[in-house]
């Protein structure tokens, strides 16, 4: 009797260890799961595009440009623009072989060349063709743009006149459309929203992004037609809307759960004549799996040399910014970042 006692506390014995055995085993299955799960979330490494307001380089730019190289305009901004993946930016004018010489007062541009090391150094991967200068050397000056940017590998999108599907270009993800409407013969209201509506819907999982070139000059505050489209534009499925021309920074307005940025600003220009065209906006977006994080970037130019404002000038303006955009999002902009759950 008493070896079948103890054969019967060694089989229990045996069960309770095996048992005992097992959890830990579990435990530390679920354990290495989570550890690993915790490295895959740290790992995580979100897609950073930049945008910067409009770009100009003849007149005043050509000019420093021929005493201190083509680099020169983006030699204070270049190692903050190596940050991000790439950069995005309005090309106000023509790039030509030959380009032709205007007089320091012309309102029409044509680029030399050599701003592609501008460009490169900054590492702008895609400009918007999008406005009222790129036809300043007509079609065939623009088709000379368009091949001496493919030439370089620097994507471009949109049209001066058009706004069909034809002028989209899309990148990791992210899918960018330009517009321009400050010609009076420009694309209806309806024509636009019809292409926006029918890209999204085959690129439905794309982050729509809508480069426009819209808006009074010198104004810091968009008008009631531009809301009215802006928000149309949302409502057809654009995620971002990011607009330029007025050479100031506007408001920015959220809505439906979207950004619209109505005007960075000048980047690259030589209007010296005031604070506000010498100053813009670059904005930097980090894309994850759940949210948008934008981070603000209050840029100064001086002598056409764009840098980033710090200190109180920084917080100056975004102050200013927020004092003039949506009321929900001001203590966002004047901490410099607005996260969009999406």
Not at 11 to 26: K, T
Not at 90 to 117: A, Q, R, V, Y
Not at 214 to 239: F, P, R, V
Not at 306 to 325: W, Y
């Amino acid at each position: 009797m008493k070896k079948i006692y103890i054969l019967g506390f060694l089989i229990i014995a045996s069960l309770f260890f095996l048992l005992s055995q097992r959890v830990l085993s579990v435990k530390s299955i679920e354990n290495n799961s989570q550890a690993v799960n915790e490295e895959n979330k740290e790992e995580y490494v979100p897609s950073k595009i930049l945008f910067v307001g409009d770009m100009m380089f003849d007149r005043g730019v050509e000019s420093i440009m021929k005493d201190f190289g083509f680099d020169y305009p983006v030699d204070m901004i270049k190692d903050f623009a190596s940050k991000f993946d790439y950069l995005v930016g309005n090309l106000e004018g023509p790039i030509n072989e030959k380009p032709k010489e205007f007089t320091d007062e012309s309102m029409k541009f044509s680029f030399d060349k050599g701003i592609l090391e501008s460009l490169k150094t900054a590492n702008f991967k895609v400009l918007s063709l999008a406005n009222n200068h790129t036809l300043n050397m007509g079609e065939d000056g623009l088709e000379e743009t368009k091949s001496i940017l493919t030439e370089a590998s620097i994507n471009f999108v949109g049209d001066p006149i058009e706004c069909d599907a034809d002028y989209i270009f899309q990148k990791d993800g992210v899918t960018f459309y330009s517009v321009n409407t400050t010609f009076p013969m420009n694309c209806s209201d309806s024509d636009i929203t019809d292409w926006i509506e029918a890209t999204k819907f085959y690129n439905p999982e794309s982050i729509f992004v809508v480069l426009m070139h819209w808006g009074e000059e010198y104004k810091n505050k968009s008008s009631k037609t531009e809301q009215d489209l802006a928000h149309k534009m949302i409502d057809a499925g654009a995620d971002i809307v990011i607009g330029g021309h007025p050479h100031v920074a506007q408001e920015i307005e959220i809505y439906n759960n979207h950004l619209i940025f109505y005007s960075l600003g000048n980047f690259i220009f030589d209007q010296y004549f005031s604070k506000e065209t010498q100053e813009g906006l670059a904005v930097g977006l980090e894309i994850y799996p759940d949210k948008k994080v934008f981070n603000l970037y209050p840029i100064k130019n001086r002598v056409s040399q764009p840098r980033l404002m710090d200190g109180e000038e920084k917080q100056a303006f975004l102050d200013n910014l927020a004092n003039n955009s949506s009321e929900s999002i001001r203590e966002s902009i004047i901490q410099g970042k607005i996260e969009i759950k999406i």
